[in-house]
C-alpha cells in the first residue's frame, strides 16, 4: 500500500516538472513577432532605398540644371540662382549621407535579430525535443506504476532521470531568458528583467517557490 503511494506521488511529480508547454507557446509568440519585426524592417529598408534613388536622380537633375545655368548666361539672377542651387546641392547630398548611414544601421540591426531569432529557434527545437522525452518518460513512469512487483532500485533510478530531466530544462529556460534581457540572481532569489526598449527594470521574488512556474514565465513574457 505504501508503494502505491510513493508511485502515486512520484507520477504526480513527474507530470508537474514536465509540463512545459505554456514554455513552447512563449516561444512560439517570440518567434512570430520577430517575423513580423523582420517585415516591418524590410518595408522601412525598401522605402529608404527607394528615397535615396529619388534624392540621387534629384541630385543629378541639379547638377544638369546649373550646368546648363552657367553656359547660358552670366548675369546676376543666374548667379543667385546658380548660389541656390549649389546649397540646395550640399543640402541633398547631406541627406544622402544620412540615408546611407541609417540603411547601414538597419542592415546591421537587421542581422543581428536574425542571429537572435536563429538562436531563439535552435532552443526551440531543443526544449521541444526535451519535451517529446519527457512525454516518453512520463509513458514509462504510468507503466511503472501498474507494476505491483517494482522494487526500490527501479524507482531511484527513475527519480535520478526526473531530476535530471528537470534540471536540464531549468537550465534550459534561464539560457533563453538571459537572451531576452532577464537575469537569476541566486544570492537574493530574484529574477531581473530588463526592458532595454522602454529602458525599465522589474524585479520579482522566487524563493519559497512562493509562484508556480506558469506565473513566473507570464510575468517575465509581459514586460520583456
Known sequence: ??????????????????????????????????????????????????????????????????KNLEESTKNSETQKNLIDLEKETFKIAKNLSNLDMELNMLNLKLNKDLKNLDNLNL????????????KRKLSKTNKISKKSDTDGEE?????EDDRKISENAKILKLRLYESTGVKF????????????????????????????????SNFIWDRI
Not at 32 to 61: F, G, H, M, P
Not at 155 to 159: A, H, I, S
Not at 202 to 211: A, H, Q, R, S
Open 185 to 216: 540572481n541566486k544570492s537574493n532569489n530574484e529574477i531581473i528583467i530588463l526592458n532595454k526598449k522602454n529602458n525599465q527594470t522589474n524585479i520579482l521574488k522566487v524563493g519559497n517557490n512562493e509562484y508556480s512556474d506558469y506565473f513566473i
Open 155 to 159: 524507482e531511484d533510478e527513475e527519480d
Open 1 to 66: 500500500m505504501m508503494l502505491e503511494e510513493k508511485l502515486s506521488v512520484l507520477i504526480k511529480s513527474t507530470r508537474d516538472n514536465f509540463d512545459i508547454s505554456n514554455d513552447v507557446q512563449g516561444l512560439e509568440r517570440i518567434q512570430e513577432s520577430i517575423r513580423q519585426l523582420d517585415r516591418v524592417r524590410d518595408d522601412a529598408i525598401k522605402s529608404q532605398r527607394e528615397e535615396l534613388e529619388n534624392l540621387k536622380r534629384e541630385s543629378k537633375y541639379i547638377v544638369n540644371e546649373v
Open 123 to 134: 532552443q526551440l527545437d531543443q526544449i521541444k525535443h526535451n519535451y517529446d522525452i519527457n
